[in-house]
């Protein structure tokens, strides 16, 4: 039951005037008692307004939308009944989600053969240059074998390639700067596990990548999140959670953004690094899709924006994972060097050292970087337009802006439907997890599908088509409501 939840912390308050301005897009101008609530409900959902989020009061509201008190306080009454709010005398309003509303994810339940994988947002890998670069790295490694073959750094040879791709890129780097990892996710967990300590905050994008926000619950960081649309990020509201949670960390994926693809404007990145540099801020910078760039040149590396000595404060996390293959396990941290230093430190307690051979194999592909990203990028443009294509045909209702980069659609069902959608989506061979895997707090996106474009043109065809063939025949009528759930009417 919504109303026996404990609420551990309310530490954040949303002010009558940016509420209004919020209201203003779901609920109309001088909203009735339902449509406000509604529209409330509706941006808690979408992950705009957060958890635990004090509302501002009845009378404040009232004013900043010129509508009654008690219509106001008629909302908040209809968000309480619906488990979406709790008030207590003296502590005001605030957010809530109600017990039901927590997703399950696909990964749960098993899958038959023939399976179509959405569920991962990964390419396969270059067959041609990968078998010339394994051929390659054999040859290296009878000359490395004369060595104990531990390099906790990475191998010297790739910690200069991978710094001397971001002095390229714009962001000057000596190879003490680069500790070589077992991918990105490696680097974001070694570097919170590092800088952050069990109860510390951490600002994240709300929607994020799943595996960071589960790292950074998993080391007991508590996550502060700040919401992406399509419309990007608000620098404003950036700076005031960074003001009033003050947290020890970010975490931001600025370059084509997963899930969303959006990609972060200069001026909002200069004005983040301000910010972060005020308030001694940590900021994790993962640069895992920086090049997957599709129509739009692949950004700067975020630091290289750094002017007052903030760069200090940037930890740069990147890849191979999305440029080549996945299963290298091949990625990076960029930072001072003290701090690399004290990061390895903290990567010998775990795993010793990377494989050499997939370091010889990574430095090998690293090489020839363009000439695989030249055939790679216009395949995943193609792939793309295809998958929105398919999903024009097979699903016209459903909408998405078509990102300049990345590896997938941000896709609104236009109905909370994402779990069960998903469920039913397994039985007619589609595993792909349901929008609310990306949110901060659980039980939003439910009307949100992440749908990666990784796969050849024809398969996405066919995904599209089980999903609408799901959709039809499966879907619990539940599930189907129309936009003004039953709780309002
Ligand atoms: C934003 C982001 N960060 C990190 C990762 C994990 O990358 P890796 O395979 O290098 O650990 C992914 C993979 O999907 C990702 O999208």
């Known amino acids: 039951m919504a109303g026996s939840q404990v609420v551990q912390s309310v530490d954040r308050m949303?002010?009558?005037?940016?509420?209004?301005?919020?209201?203003?897009?779901?609920?109309?101008?001088?909203?009735?008692?339902?449509?406000?609530?509604?529209?409330?409900?509706?941006?808690?959902?979408?992950?705009?307004?957060?958890?635990?989020?004090?509302?501002?009061a009845e009378r404040d509201l009232a004013g900043a939308l010129g509508v009654s008190r008690a219509t106001v306080t008629a909302a908040y009454d209809l968000l309480?009944?619906?488990?979406?709010?709790?008030?207590?005398?003296?502590?005001?309003?605030?957010?809530?989600?109600?017990?039901?509303?927590r997703p399950t994810s696909v990964a749960a339940f098993p899958a038959g053969d023939d399976v179509i994988d959405l569920a991962l947002a990964a390419p396969y890998a270059p067959q041609a240059e990968l078998a010339a670069a394994l051929r390659a790295a054999g040859g290296m490694l009878t000359e490395l074998a004369a060595s104990p073959g531990y390099h906790p750094y990475g191998i010297p040879e790739l910690r200069a390639a991978v710094a001397?791709?971001?002095?390229?890129?714009?962001?000057?780097?000596?190879?003490?700067?680069?500790?070589?990892?077992?991918?990105?996710?490696?680097?974001?967990?070694?570097?919170?596990?590092?800088l952050g300590k069990s109860g510390d905050r951490v600002l994240v994008e709300n929607p994020s990548y799943p595996n960071g926000l589960d790292a950074i619950r998993g080391a007991g960081l508590r996550?502060?999140?700040?919401?992406?649309?399509?419309?990007?990020?608000?620098?404003?509201?950036i700076?005031?959670?960074?003001?009033?949670?003050?947290?020890?960390?970010?975490?931001?994926?600025?370059?084509?953004?997963?899930?969303?693809?959006?990609?972060?404007?200069?001026?909002?990145r200069r004005r983040l690094l301000d910010a972060v540099r005020r308030t001694g801020t940590w900021l994790i910078i993962d640069e895992t899709l920086s090049d997957i760039a599709l129509d739009a040149a692949p950004p700067a590396p975020f630091a290289s924006l750094a002017q007052h000595g903030e760069a200090e404060q940037v930890v740069t996390v990147g890849s191979l994972s999305k440029t080549h293959w996945g299963g290298l396990r091949i990625g990076w941290v960029r930072a001072g060097s003290r701090l690399i230093t004290e990061l390895t430190q903290r990567r010998v307690t775990l795993d010793m050292a990377g494989s050499v051979l997939?370091?010889?194999?990574?430095?090998?592909?690293?090489?020839?970087m363009d000439t695989v990203l030249a055939e790679r990028l216009p395949r995943l443009r193609a792939q793309r337009d295809a998958l929105a294509a398919a999903l024009a045909r097979h699903l016209p209702e459903w909408r998405w802006e078509l990102p300049?980069?990345?590896?997938?659609?941000?896709?609104?069902?236009?109905?909370?439907?994402?779990?069960?959608?998903?469920?039913?989506?397994?039985?007619?061979?589609?595993?792909i997890e349901g929008g609310a895997r990306f949110g901060a707090d659980p039980g939003t996106y439910e009307h949100r599908l992440?749908?990666?474009?990784?796969?050849?043109?024809?398969?996405?065809?066919?995904?599209?088509?089980?999903?609408?063939t799901a959709l039809s025949t499966d879907l619990p009528a539940s599930a189907l409501a129309p936009r003004q759930p039953h709780w309002v009417a």
């Open 450 to 468: 992440r749908i990666p474009f990784t796969l050849p043109a024809e398969v996405c065809e066919e995904a599209a088509r089980r999903l609408a």
């Open 404 to 431: 300049a980069g990345g590896l997938s659609l941000w896709v609104d069902l236009g109905r909370p439907m994402a779990t069960a959608l998903a469920r039913a989506a397994l039985d007619h061979g589609v595993r």
């Open 164 to 194: 001397e791709r971001f002095t390229r890129r714009g962001l000057p780097t000596l190879p003490d700067q680069i500790l070589i990892t077992s991918g990105a996710q490696h680097a974001v967990s070694l570097t919170l596990g590092l």
């Open 14 to 56: 949303l002010g009558s005037r940016s509420l209004a301005t919020l209201l203003a897009a779901t609920a109309g101008e001088r909203p009735g008692y339902r449509a406000l609530a509604q529209g409330v409900r509706t941006l808690l959902l979408d992950g705009r307004i957060t958890l635990h989020t004090r509302l501002p």
């Open 239 to 268: 700076e005031s959670t960074l003001r009033q949670t003050a947290p020890r960390l970010a975490y931001m994926i600025p370059d084509f953004h997963n899930p969303t693809g959006a990609v972060m404007p200069a001026e909002q």
């Open 358 to 368: 997939d370091q010889l194999v990574a430095l090998h592909l690293m090489k020839d």
């Open 223 to 237: 996550t502060a999140p700040v919401p992406v649309t399509a419309d990007g990020w608000d620098s404003d509201l």
């Open 80 to 101: 309480r009944e619906g488990g979406f709010a709790q008030s207590r005398r003296g502590s005001g309003t605030w957010t809530l989600l109600p017990e039901g509303q």
